[in-house]
């Protein structure tokens, strides 16, 4: 069975700072793998996914995250963010050669950007 | 038309009321799924349907009655709620049936309180 852990769940950073939101995953085979935004009392809104080939994956917002298949991460970065991104992020795996698109989701990470 | 719309936005019931929660999809999708999100935690899967067939119950109660009546309409009924069922109640929907390499588009969700 498939498992997701986000390393930190509070992540506090200042206006136009870097960020990284860590996630590694855990599964007996091929995997696709998701970041998902959620903004307060809101759905989840898709940043960027990654499916194959490139291993790294541009997304929307100028988010980027780079999948290692030796680490089993897939970690998420912004080189400068906004008070606009303050949200809730969730890494979110599925796992190849299911039929049922059933994603497992890690526990969350909160990135609050200060001014 | 690119959006997932989720009806009521917010809901309170009493433990013997009976009410349905509605989602809509009009992107041509063809699997849609029910996810309960409590406070501060992931979203976790209840039930998928796939061309309008249900493919997965993750072994959720049956005061729980999900319905799909076509492509684009997927029903939470809802009978004899407990308290602990107050949560976010979010819809989503992905192309192609549920494959696992798909991207599911999520609704905003209904907020469900259960006095």
């Known amino acids: 069975a498939q498992s997701v852990t986000q390393l930190d769940s509070q992540v506090p950073v200042f206006e136009e700072a870097p960020v990284e939101l860590r996630c590694n995953y855990s599964s007996s085979v091929s995997v696709y793998l998701f970041w998902y935004v959620q903004y307060p009392n809101q759905g989840l809104q898709l940043l960027l996914k990654y499916l194959s080939g490139s291993t790294l994956v541009k997304g929307i917002n100028g988010f980027e995250a780079e999948f290692n298949k030796s680490q089993t991460s897939f970690h998420l970065r912004k080189p400068s963010v906004h008070i606009s991104d303050t949200a809730e992020y969730f890494c979110?795996?599925?796992?190849?050669?299911?039929?049922?698109?059933?994603?497992?989701f890690g526990q969350g990470t909160i990135l609050t950007v200060h001014p | 038309d690119t959006e997932v719309t989720q009806t009521p936005k917010h809901l309170v019931m009493g433990m013997t009321n009976k009410k349905s929660l509605k989602c809509e999809q009009h992107m041509g999708h063809r699997a849609m799924y029910w996810y309960k999100q409590k406070a501060k935690k992931p979203p976790e899967l209840m039930f998928v349907y796939s061309y309008e067939k249900l493919s997965i119950n993750e072994s959720v109660p049956s005061r729980f009655s999900p319905e799909c009546p076509n492509s684009s309409l997927l029903n939470l009924h809802l009978h004899a709620l407990q308290p602990e069922d107050s949560a976010l109640y979010l819809c989503a929907s992905s192309p192609q049936g549920s494959g696992a390499y798909n991207e599911q588009f999520f609704g905003p969700g209904t907020r469900l309180t259960v006095l």
């Open positions: 979110a795996v599925s796992e190849d050669g299911t039929s049922y698109g059933k994603l497992t």
